[in-house]
């Protein structure tokens, strides 16, 4: 772990550190390997922080990383670091007298940096890290950031890493489910991920060949999936299938959840696949059955264009901060990657834009969202 002797004026960037926070996603590997390359060839040090955010409390883990540390991970998923989506030092969860409360612990944060010679972060996250990473930029902390979602729903950039290799995952997904869903006239619904935005149920469900393909972004109307359900069977195509995203609900309708919201953390959703088969086969008489693919998308080697994303997103993130543009966080804005204040990132979701082109080709094909007139 470096240390050195707390400074007064602004140091020139010698020592930084790199972590990765919130959920993992194809893609990490090569944007750490990316930082590390393009750092040690500036002569700078880099300092792997474990497990996000946390590592900058507990200090355990902050290791130096060298060319030697990022060779062979290219392909790997997961990240090398190892993250978390538990802790937020602006609201760090604590028990007191057996309630779990949350504290401000970000100034101890800012002072381990400093007494560990770190002279700026590069911070690897989706929306929830990049929060984080805007409020210690306003506490004078020098760091850049790197979007990371396979959801897709970071503002200012176009598409975020792991996103496509998620989407070729529920695709394949779909192409097999496709055979035994015709062999046993079934109807297979599939849940996949996506909270807030539909992108990963968007993309695979027209990719891979769905019937009926459910949002956050359209609340949808069961009966109207029901009908295009049953349409499929009139039309002798004598199976369906439904890719549900997990954070689409139902007009008036709740999110489907996991157990109950803690605090400090988000609410883990679920069930909405379940709950959809089990409704259209007693509304139907279709025999339904429901797949849940949760955390596979998130798994495996990163696709072709998740390995060069992540890599011109890791170099440039390195440029940014030697450009001392700090609270700024790379952005893929074709053809080029660019820069992009972090607080005009986080202030909004990039959701599905229902008159796009994509919504608009699929309802041309005949694909329906669960919205559609009877
Ligand atoms: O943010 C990406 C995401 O994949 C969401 O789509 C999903 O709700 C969440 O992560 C699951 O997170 P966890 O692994 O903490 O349950």
Redesign the pocket.
């Known amino acids: 772990m470096p240390r050195r002797a707390a400074r007064t004026a602004a140091p020139p960037i010698e020592a930084i550190g790199v972590l990765t926070g919130?959920?993992d996603a194809p893609g990490l590997n090569a944007v750490i390997r990316a930082v590390v390359r393009t750092a040690v060839g500036l002569g700078w040090e880099v300092y792997g922080v474990r497990n996000g955010f946390e590592g900058l409390i507990t200090l355990e883990g902050i290791d130096p990383l060298d060319l030697d540390d990022v060779r062979g991970i290219l392909h790997q998923g997961g990240t090398i670091l190892g993250t978390s989506?538990r802790t937020n030092p602006f609201e760090f969860r604590v028990e007191q007298r057996g309630r779990v409360i949350t504290e401000d612990i970000s100034s101890r944060v800012v002072r381990n940096l400093e007494e560990l010679g770190l002279d700026a972060l590069i911070v690897i996250g989706?929306d929830g890290t990049l929060r984080i990473a805007q409020g210690f930029h306003e506490k004078g902390v020098r760091l850049v950031g790197v979007p990371k979602?396979?959801?897709n729903d970071i503002c200012e950039t176009v598409t975020t890493f792991g996103f496509d290799t998620a989407v070729a995952t529920a695709t394949d997904a779909l192409d097999k489910l496709h055979t035994t869903a015709e062999a046993h006239q079934r109807v297979m619904v599939v849940e996949v991920?996506?909270?807030h935005a539909g992108w990963i149920a968007l993309h695979s469900g027209i990719a891979g060949g769905a019937d009926v393909i459910l949002l956050p972004e359209i609340p949808f109307d069961l009966e109207s999936v029901c009908r295009s359900v049953e349409r499929r069977y009139q039309s002798k195509r004598n199976f369906a299938i439904v890719v549900a995203a997990?954070?689409a609900a139902p007009r008036g309708g709740k999110l489907l959840a996991v157990g109950p919201k803690e605090k400090g953390r988000?609410l883990?959703?679920g069930g909405i696949g379940a709950w959809l088969a089990d409704q259209i086969e007693r509304r139907t008489g279709r025999e339904a059955r429901s797949l849940v693919l949760g955390?596979l998308?998130?798994g495996g080697s990163p696709t072709t264009f998740d390995r060069l994303l992540g890599t011109r997103l890791g170099a440039a993130a390195v440029r940014l901060l030697q450009g001392g543009h700090f609270g700024h966080m790379v952005a893929l804005r074709p053809p080029n990657v660019t820069s992009v204040p972090i607080a005009r990132a986080i202030h909004e979701r990039r959701l599905v834009p229902l008159d796009g082109d994509t919504i608009l080709s699929a309802r041309a094909m005949g694909i329906a969202f669960g919205a559609d007139p009877a």
């Open positions: 919130g959920g989506n989706g979602t396979i959801d991920m996506g909270r997990e954070g988000e883990r959703l955390h998308q998130r």
